[in-house]
């Protein structure tokens, strides 16, 4: 694959909606992350100090900006593009690492029982204050996520989400077969509620 065909465009793209220099961008192709992906590529593009945009670019087409004005619209066309009718052979996590990862902020970690058998005995990393209270904090906020069909064509998805600044938002999504209607975040905990470990 030739890398620079996908980064070039996100990066002329970016200088203008980011603001600076092209030469100060940094990029990132993050396509394996999306096992799903068929068509195109993924590419982050940011800043010095994390602003940052998510592209799907695809060749001889104008790149498509991910977490826009329009990211709903986007991040659906990307999606069914890719996967066809929706939620397809995606999973409640694949869907919700799109959504959370492509439409908002790649950084961050899905809440999730497989979350807690990867950390497994480094738990204490991630608490202000190991004691039984913050653990069962942690662990009950890596519930899901769950996926769930609503009515005929329709789809609501529920997940939890670790952000880098160690708070947990919790997103509602609903969709149908065509395109994702509707994505809120509540914070679940607040910003530093817990050490964010990956830094």
Known sequence: MNED???RPAVIKASSI???SRADLITANISTKFHWLREGAIVWVRTRD????????????????????????????L???????LPDSLTAADLAHAIRQLGYDP????????????IGDSLDVWLKK??????QLFISAC?????????????ELEFNFFNVKGGVEAWKVEGDHAAIH??????????????????
């Open 5 to 7: 065909k996908y980064i």
């Open 18 to 20: 980011l603001g600076g």
């Open 50 to 77: 994390f602003k940052h945009a998510m592209f799907w670019v695809k060749e001889d087409l104008e790149p498509v900006v991910l977490n826009g004005d329009d990211r709903l619209a986007a991040l659906s066309r």
């Open 79 to 85: 999606l069914a593009t890719n996967v066809g009718s």
């Open 107 to 118: 950084r961050g970690l899905l809440a999730s029982p497989e979350l807690l058998e990867r």
């Open 130 to 135: 190991d004691d039984a209270y913050d653990r």
């Open 143 to 155: 519930f899901g996520p769950v996926l769930r069909a609503e009515g005929e064509h329709g789809w």
């Open 182 to 199: 509707g994505a809120e975040s509540t914070m679940l905990l607040p910003d530093h509620t817990f050490f964010w470990p990956m830094a």
